[in-house]
């Protein structure tokens, strides 16, 4: 039986994320997109207050707790506020994700807590290679084992929060040739010799999210830091892209309202031939539009959430979301822009940040064409 | 995706083991039809769901996720027990492989001449095959043929 009214917890949820986002996140967004490579902790700090940086952290190690759907409440919220916020969240789920599913007691009684201290403490999640992208087989980072120690080297790059993480999650190959099942995942905790900051990523949109290149040359990881069963990184790798998938259409669901709702108070005040331009059809009907997509896109990040929640088969569903999640913040942002004209195209102006940011969402988490493949792959 | 491959090598397996797909289903605690959408890769199968199989079927994890060429030629590992991970186990002729498909390749009253395009088509698919699947073909062949003599009388 489908139930699609939230809970007294997730309204009081919203309500609590609403009310941080007002007065701690927002004052300061054209802050953090225009900021330079400094890393602007006040955002995180007032989420990590919270326990809302890593909000999908058991209970049993300190975290919130949330579940998928909870998560998706929140992430709509930062997606509205300020998607660089929004990512550098969805990249510490990222990074704690694979400890949470298949990491050992001491993994996570060592990593979990940190991610939900009351200070703002951050993790990296290191996958795409320079030359492994959608085609993560294609990954060249060497592990080898001398001793019980592992020795990882290669290059890392779009690596969300790295630098600034006090850990990070990274995969590595111990045999090209062997492709999925010589994929491990590894611990890093920050500072490990042989762990280097690479060039820092000037991008167009999601600015707030530091990304940088990392360079692991020689790096040191003791066995005790290896995640998972030998052999399972792979399947750990995808299970936890599945989860992240429906939040990424979360956050696109968030940046399309905010845009939608910008242009539909601009579209009552603004008037044009003597009467709100609202009044005009051409006007009315783009919003009415939106306001529909954008409620499909809501719903189909609502049910893969509860399918993940409820422990079903949510490959296809989180594919989906992720898809219409970020379609609907590309077409909402450019219809926004066109609603609001040459205001909407200055800088300054929310509804142009929006858009710098919607413009990622089709490539972040893989690219919708991936989504298209795991989607008829399942057909 | 790869989740295909991942489901030939658990469908390679699981008959291999003898089990049928709903008593496997049944040990795992999922419907058939979820085991067969496993195999057909037409539903990604989640760690822990592998990880059960795995343990159940006596073969590493590694085991499902290789890649189909590695497969070729490797030897079937019975302890279960990959090489060091840090250098993978060498590539080796697997004989129990050529000792099944020697027969074959040296039956008698084959047509040695040029091949026609189905025969062709036929050796690509079955070269595209793991040697287990290999070993199937070949099985199935034989036990046809062998039919086929009972029938008519001709070998």
Not at chain 1, 1 to 30: G, H, T, Y
Not at chain 1, 100 to 118: D, W, Y
Not at chain 2, 39 to 64: D, M, S, T
Not at chain 2, 108 to 129: I, M, V, W, Y
Request: aromatic share 8%; with cysteine; glycine share 8%.
């Amino acid at each position: 039986m489908a139930n699609f009214s939230l809970s007294p917890a997730q309204e009081q949820l919203i309500e609590e994320i609403r009310q941080v986002a007002a007065e701690r996140i927002a004052p300061v967004v054209r802050e953090l997109d225009e900021g330079d490579d400094h890393f602007d902790f006040r955002p995180a700090q007032a989420l990590a207050e919270h326990n809302l940086l890593t909000p999908t952290i058991p209970r049993a190690y300190g975290g919130r707790g949330l579940d998928y759907f909870s998560t998706a409440l929140l992430l709509e919220e930062l997606g509205a506020t300020c998607a660089g916020v929004a990512t550098v969240v969805t990249t510490n789920i990222h990074a704690a994700g694979p400890v949470i599913l298949a990491g050992t007691e001491h993994q996570k009684k060592t990593f979990l807590p940190l991610l939900a201290s009351p200070e703002p403490h951050l993790a990296a999640f290191a996958l795409t290679e320079p030359e492994a992208g959608s085609d993560i087989g294609a990954m060249s980072a060497l592990a080898a084992c001398e001793g019980g120690v592992w020795k990882i080297n290669g290059v890392k790059d779009f690596v969300i929060n790295g630098g600034i993480a006090h850990f990070t999650t990274v995969f590595a190959t111990t045999d090209p040739q062997n492709k999925r099942a010589g994929m491990m995942a590894f611990l890093l905790p920050s500072g490990v010799p042989g762990l280097k900051v690479g060039a820092v990523r000037n991008k167009m949109g999601i600015r707030y999210a530091r990304t940088v290149q990392l360079i692991m040359k020689d790096t040191l990881v003791q066995d005790e830091l290896v995640i998972g069963r030998k052999g399972g990184a792979y399947l750990l790798l995808m299970q936890t892209f599945d989860r992240g998938r429906a939040l990424a259409g979360a956050v696109g669901v968030g940046i399309a309202r905010a845009a939608f709702e910008f242009a539909l108070r601009y579209s009552k005040e603004r008037r044009q031939f003597g009467r709100p331009i609202f009044s005009q059809q051409a006007i009315s009907f783009t919003l009415a539009e939106l306001q529909t997509k954008i409620e499909s896109a809501r719903l189909l990040v609502w049910k893969a959430c509860w399918l993940i929640d409820n422990d079903l088969d949510y490959t296809m569903a989180s594919s989906m979301a992720k898809i219409a999640g970020s379609q609907v913040a590309q077409e909402a942002t450019a219809a926004a822009m066109d609603i609001l004209g040459g205001r909407g195209y200055l800088k300054g102006c929310p509804v142009e940040k929006l858009l710098r940011d919607a413009r990622v969402m089709s490539l972040i988490e893989g690219t919708n064409h991936i989504q298209k493949a795991v989607i008829a792959s399942q057909l | 995706m790869g989740y295909k491959s991942i489901g030939r090598q658990l469908q390679l397996a699981r008959e291999e083991a003898g089990y049928s797909q709903e008593q496997l289903a049944a040990k795992i605690g999922c419907s058939q039809s979820t085991l067969s959408n496993y195999e057909k890769g037409k539903r990604r199968i989640y760690l822990a769901q592998l990880e059960k199989i795995a343990e159940i079927l006596n073969k590493p994890i590694e085991y499902f996720l290789r890649p189909a060429d590695y497969h070729r030629g490797e030897p079937e590992s019975q302890s279960g027990e990959p090489g060091n991970q840090s250098s993978p186990a060498p590539k080796k002729k697997d004989t129990s492989y050529q000792a099944n498909l020697l027969p074959i390749l040296n039956m008698p009253g084959e047509d040695q001449g040029e091949k026609t395009a189905l025969e062709q088509n036929l050796l690509r698919l079955f070269q595209s095959l793991s040697p287990a699947g290999q070993i199937l073909v070949i099985n199935f062949v034989t036990w046809l043929k062998e039919r086929e003599v009972g029938c008519n009388g001709e070998f």
